[in-house]
């Protein structure tokens, strides 16, 4: 699992930094999902209550999303702000800016800063939505569950489209972006980690390649049908090009669980991909390293972004088009500042807890004494003196 965090967060850095063969790393978001997914399944038998865990889930996402507010407040003062920016500054605190994108279109590379950001407010609403549901979802059995929440997101995907598109095989770019960050699209594969969480499908990651296949199959299918794209569509079908966001040929529809099931057969932790890994001979060191950098891959996701939006990485002299090399090495400084940036952070909060355990310890203490001390008055027969 530690290896799939970092390569599902260095997937990201490079679809976002432009990598060559990197078009379809977009797709590694609903890995987290089923990851995060996974461990929703471990507090849902818990007698946690709904408030307790929103503020579990707000400590746990909110720190690295202050972060970035903060600096979306000094880039508005600076004038350089934009519509992106005030409206992640406005609702972005009650983790809802994925819901203002109907509202402005992206400026980059200021929007950087909040671009990739709907995933943290999408997963929020996602998981408090099925906590808020965990009696029923205890109770449900594993295929039922998983046959209503495909035929709930694929009929809200088939809703909205139907809603927003003139022509509902085709979805323009714009409504399938704002599709895409809507935390339903998703549901599949939260449920699915949830379902593999429980230990209810510990078969589905023989099914990689199927879903694979049929993932090649339907995407060059659907390009070839396009007039005027045949060498796009053999393109697609040798690299599996899931281009962002999907919108073609009813792919905004059915696309989205076949990615899901493709990500969850993957991230299974029975799986033949995780038992192979399990058994490399590697040095009893390297799973420390690899569940230290798996601790900041959220972040990466989260701080890349700011990278991105200030030139940081260098980004105006390497992005260039036909230069392949440039790319990688944009790629490179931009994972390590985000690691290391991710890693500052994280010592800085761990400190801030350590000083808040100590002043709360020492409180304690000087409490403690006091208490020790009345009880040793009262025992002597110590009274207060009367007041003249």
């Known amino acids: 699992m530690n290896l799939l965090k970092i390569a599902g967060a260095l997937s990201i850095v490079a679809y976002h930094v432009g990598m060559p063969f990197s078009n379809s790393a977009w797709i590694a978001v609903d890995m ?35 972060v970035i507010w903060c600096v979306a407040v000094v880039s508005v003062l600076a004038g350089s702000g934009s519509p992106g920016i005030m409206w992640f500054i406005t609702v972005g605190p009650v983790f809802l800016h994925n819901l203002a994108q109907p509202f402005f279109e ?26 808020g549901l965990r009696k029923m979802l205890l109770r449900a059995r594993p295929d039922i569950l998983l046959v209503a929440a495909v035929g709930i997101a694929i009929s809200f995907r088939t809703l909205f489209t139907v809603l927003v598109a003139q022509n509902p095989a085709s979805l323009p770019s714009r409504e399938a972006a704002l599709l895409y960050v809507l935390p339903l699209t998703h549901l599949e594969a939260l449920i699915l980690g949830l379902l593999i969480g429980r230990g209810a499908l510990p078969q589905i990651s023989r099914l990689l390649p199927l879903f694979c296949v049929l993932a090649i199959s339907l995407v060059a299918i659907n390009m070839a049908r396009s007039p005027g794209e045949v060498r796009e569509a053999i393109k697609t079908a040798l690299g599996l090009n899931f281009s962002y966001p999907l919108g073609l040929h009813y792919a905004h529809i059915w696309g989205y669980s076949v990615i899901a099931f493709a990500a969850a057969s993957l991230a299974s932790p029975t799986g033949r991909l995780a038992v192979a890994t399990e058994k490399l001979p590697l040095p009893g060191w390297t799973d420390n390293v690899f569940l230290a950098l798996a601790s900041l891959t959220y972040g990466v996701y989260v701080f890349h972004c700011l990278f991105l939006a200030t030139n940081l990485n260098a980004s105006t002299l390497l992005a260039r088009p036909h230069a392949p090399g440039l790319r990688l090495l944009l790629f490179a400084i931009t994972a390590v500042e ?28 000087t409490q403690g004494r006091k208490r020790e001390y009345g009880r040793s008055r009262s025992h002597r027969g110590w009274r207060e003196p009367l007041e003249p």
């Open 338 to 365: 985000a690691f290391l940036l991710a890693w500052v952070f994280q010592r800085m909060m761990e400190e801030l807890k350590q000083q808040q355990w100590l002043r709360i310890l020492a409180r304690s203490a």
């Open 32 to 66: 987290f999902f089923v990851l995060a997914g996974m461990n929703l399944a471990r507090v849902l038998d818990g007698d946690q209550s709904m408030c307790s865990y929103a503020i579990s889930r707000v400590k746990r996402l909110g720190p690295q999303m202050l």
């Open 106 to 131: 992206y400026t980059l590379p200021r929007d950087w800063i909040v671009g990739p950001l709907w995933f943290v407010a999408a997963l929020m609403q996602l998981q408090l939505l099925l906590f």
